[in-house]
């Protein structure tokens, strides 16, 4: 009995000392990563946690110079002009690249009125119209005007559709396009400046003595030796040949005033 006990308990002090063991932490051994850096560092201590590393600052945004600020339109350069001889409106507009009832407007002045020698106007446009410009439609719509008045009967004196005469019909087509224009073919031989007949050019007026000495008949030059006028022989506002042997003997002279 005694010795079934010891032989037991042989065997269960042999089964105890097979029994794995579990090995005490080696504080010496490497840890991975940044927190094993740390540690063998020694700038963490056995108890104090691992805490993840800090996020970069978010990049500053990237801003260029301010931008401009927009620049205010350009107002029309003004200046003042001296009235002389012969100018009307209509022709100190066109010099300055503006419109007769512009200058009206500047001056308080109505855009038919006649000007008066040395009166000065308050102008807003350019210095000079541009040479292209002057080029491209040199009469300023002077004989497309005078031309939709064809076929109008002639009337003495008269000066609407219903009838006009030749110094009614030259007056108010200047008068539409803002000259002012007296309805008399003397005082519009006055108007504008003196043009050489191998110098006409669309839109001058000429003039012709139909009746004694002095001038009595005007009409419009409207190119290639023609002009239209409002004919009392013929009773209508007709186109007719400059070189038209009638004519051609009565003619006095030209003046541009476009």
Same mark, same amino acid.
Not at 63 to 82: F, L, M
Not at 207 to 226: E, L, Q
């Given at each position: 009995m005694l010795a079934s006990a010891l032989v037991i308990g042989a065997a269960l002090v042999a089964n105890s000392d097979s029994s794995p063991t579990v090995a005490a932490p080696d504080l010496h051994r490497p840890v991975a990563g940044a927190a094993g850096r740390l540690y063998r560092q020694g700038t963490l201590g056995d108890a104090q946690a691992i805490r #993840?590393? &800090?996020?970069? #600052? &978010? #990049? !500053? #945004?990237?801003?260029? =110079? =301010? &931008?401009?600020?927009? !620049? $205010? $339109? $350009?107002? =029309?350069?003004?200046?003042? /002009? @001296?009235?002389?001889?012969?100018?009307? +409106?209509? +022709?100190? &507009?066109? !010099?300055?690249?503006?419109? =007769?009832?512009?200058i009206a407007e500047l001056n308080g002045i109505r855009p038919t009125a006649k000007l008066r020698i040395g009166q000065r106007l308050r102008i807003a446009g350019r210095a000079e119209p541009k040479a292209q410009a002057r080029a491209a439609k040199p009469d300023n719509g002077l004989v497309e005007t005078a031309l939709s008045y064809r076929g109008v009967r002639y009337r003495y004196a008269g000066t609407t559709t219903r009838g006009m005469d030749c110094s009614g019909l030259v007056s108010r087509v200047l008068n539409t396009h803002g000259i002012a224009a007296p309805h008399n073919s003397r005082a519009l031989y006055r108007l504008g400046k003196s043009v050489a007949r191998d110098k006409l050019r669309s839109g001058d007026l000429i003039?012709?003595? @139909? !009746?004694?000495?002095? %001038?009595?008949?005007?009409? %419009? /030059?409207?190119?290639?030796?023609?002009?239209v006028h409002a004919s009392s022989a013929r009773g209508r506002v007709r186109v007719d040949r400059l070189d038209d042997g009638y004519y051609a003997r009565r003619y006095v002279g030209a003046r541009r005033v476009s």
């Open positions: #993840p590393e &800090a996020k970069p #600052p &978010a #990049p !500053r #945004p990237v801003t260029g =110079p =301010p &931008a401009p600020k927009p !620049r $205010a $339109a $350009a107002k =029309p350069q003004e200046r003042w /002009y @001296t009235v002389k001889r012969g100018d009307s +409106l209509w +022709l100190v &507009a066109n !010099r300055f690249g503006t419109t =007769p009832h512009v003039f012709f003595h @139909t !009746r004694g000495r002095g %001038i009595s008949h005007v009409g %419009i /030059y409207i190119g290639d030796g023609k002009f």
